[in-house]
């Protein structure tokens, strides 16, 4: 199985995509100088690339326990499974730590893919877990109530087109 290694998504696809999804965020500019971008591993789900964005590490993080929909990568991020969705071809990039020019940065990205190859296997089974379970179960648990609705946006994905 190939290791997981980070990709960033462009913004004009999370802006399309999050008008069909309540799970999906934004990017919100941060003092009009920083963006939150969408980083996070890409893998394959019924024949199409699904992207599992990472989130911050919070204080609340550090009293949950691992699910299969919540992976933690150390006390640096936290992976919601139940959060990733489809993407096309095109709006993907691969993202480089050692090309960040923020040292401090840079350091937590490596940190972070680190422990997410050691924990590859274990994301790929459990993000096909929670696939299934929302298609199979959608609505009818409280796992299928919050993950996205992965076969609308499959749909939307399939629908987009790059500008």
């Not at 893998?43 to 699910?67: C, D, M, Q, V």
């Not at 640096?76 to 020019?101: C, D, R």
């Amino acid at each position: 199985m190939d290791k997981l290694r980070f990709f960033e998504i462009d913004e004009k696809y999370i802006k399309y995509l999050s008008k069909f999804s309540e799970h999906l965020f934004r990017n919100a500019k941060i003092n009009q100088k920083y963006s939150r971008k969408y980083i996070g591993i890409l893998f394959e789900i019924n024949n199409l690339k699904y992207f599992a964005p990472l989130s911050s590490f919070k204080e609340k993080h550090k009293r949950l326990s691992e699910t299969v929909d919540f992976i933690k990568i150390g006390d640096m991020a936290v992976i919601n499974l139940n959060n990733m969705f489809p993407v096309p071809e095109g709006v993907y990039f691969s993202k480089n730590p050692n090309t960040e020019q923020n040292l401090q940065y840079r350091v937590l990205l490596n940190n972070e893919i680190r422990i997410i190859k050691q924990k590859t296997e274990v994301i790929i089974t459990n993000a096909s877990i929670v696939y299934n379970h929302k298609v199979n179960n959608d609505g009818k648990s409280k796992l299928s109530q919050r993950c996205n609705d992965f076969k609308l946006l499959e749909q939307k994905c399939m629908e987009y087109k790059l500008s």
